[in-house]
């Protein structure tokens, strides 16, 4: 089973049918929603949307060890997740689709870990991204079909305010190329869980100074919509090369990290 978390703007994948709808709970509380599974390209997806299908959960409320337990629970050994980011790499544009290769984390309040208890667990995150997955979203083939940018550091933000001009100038001399607000712990605690965890980056916005122009949410909203259809075409065209077996260290990511 393949875990797909949509991000703002996308509350489902057009045109799949759903076979079945799960309400699921976990030791930490209920996912953001019910999840949907489709069938897609002969697999089966979990589909579930990060805000909830009202979208009425703000990034820092998002139960995110909820999310990724309700995914592990129900067998699902890779993630998908679809986000929209401000654009601070002067290469990007709104619309463009990045496959994130690093992360920097500056978001604050969150529960970070499954393992907050008598356990000490460090796991190797020095590649955030599953290097198998990513190695099939940014085959030179579909580089060119979708104009991927195949590699770029994202860096999550608490929020759920935007970004000030002077901490986008600061993110952007630390390596920022991108900035979002839920890939982080979502991203870590997928490592925690063993599961695989690849991000779609969709520039919905230049982010805060950039332009020089004011950020609004239907900006985001409008582009991400804008941009559905061909990032689902893209996961189908990966999902059809997807290997049945991981050979990823993502699976053993709790090998050697117990202290
Ligand atoms: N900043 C933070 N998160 C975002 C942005 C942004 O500019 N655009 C979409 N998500």
Redesign the pocket.
């Known amino acids: 089973m393949i875990g797909l978390i949509g991000g703002s703007g996308l509350y489902e994948l057009p045109g799949i049918r759903t076979v079945e709808e799960i309400e699921a709970e976990t030791p930490f509380g209920s996912p953001s929603d019910r999840l949907k599974v489709a069938e897609l390209e002969g697999k089966r997806i979990a589909f579930l949307p990060r805000h909830s299908y009202k979208h009425n959960i703000p990034p820092h409320r998002v139960n995110y060890r909820a999310n990724i337990r309700a995914l592990k629970d129900l067998g699902v050994k890779r993630i998908i997740t679809v986000n929209?980011?401000?654009g601070i790499n002067e290469d990007y544009s709104p619309g463009d689709i990045v496959v994130p290769d690093q992360i920097i984390d500056l978001s604050r309040s969150r529960v970070s870990t499954f393992f907050d208890g008598d356990d000490v667990v460090h796991v190797d995150f020095t590649e955030p991204f599953c290097p198998e997955m990513r190695k099939l979203f940014t085959r030179e083939e579909l580089t060119e079909r979708y104009g991927l940018h195949t590699a770029g550091t994202y860096v999550c933000?608490e929020?759920p305010r935007?970004?000030t001009k002077a901490e986008i100038q600061f993110i952007k001399s630390i390596g920022g190329d991108m900035?979002?607000?839920t890939g982080m712990p979502e991203a870590v605690l997928a490592r925690e869980a063993e599961i695989c965890y690849l991000m779609i980056a969709v520039i919905?916005?230049p982010?805060?100074g950039i332009t020089g122009k004011r950020?609004t949410t239907t900006e985001?909203l409008q582009t991400m919509r804008r941009s559905t259809d061909r990032v689902k075409q893209l996961i189908m065209d990966v999902l059809k090369s997807l290997p049945e077996h991981r050979d990823c260290p993502c699976k053993d990511a709790l090998k050697e990290a117990r202290l």
Do not use: D, K
Request: hydrophobic share 55%.
């Open positions: 929209a980011v401000g933000t929020g935007l970004e900035v979002g607000m919905t916005n982010a805060a950020l985001v």
